[in-house]
């Protein structure tokens, strides 16, 4: 397995993945799924999306962000989110 940062090429399978999830709605607060365009936004205005590729398929994700400003901008969030087929 290789975990890596995302790339433009990456965005299709990050949204089936991220979408699964919020679909199954017990991990995210979301209940919107991304589109095309939505999920382009939203990946790039992390501070820093990884990636988890197993023989050349996408099969997770993660992404960074800052949970504050101010003082506490060191402190950060992550959300995780793992193709269906390969969770457990």
């Known amino acids: ?22 679909d199954d709605g017990n991990a995210f607060p979301q209940d919107e ?8 936004i939203f990946f790039a205005n992390q501070s820093y999306c990884g990636v988890a590729e197993d023989n050349g398929k996408l099969v997770g994700l993660y992404i960074l962000h800052p949970n504050s400003n101010g003082r506490l901008n060191g402190v950060s969030n992550a ?6 087929n390969f969770r457990g």
């Open 1 to 22: 397995m290789k975990i890596r940062k995302y790339s433009e090429k990456d965005i299709p399978e990050m949204i089936r993945i991220w979408n699964k999830v919020v």
């Open 33 to 40: 799924c991304l589109d095309e365009n939505s999920g382009k």
């Open 79 to 84: 959300s995780y989110a793992v193709d269906a």
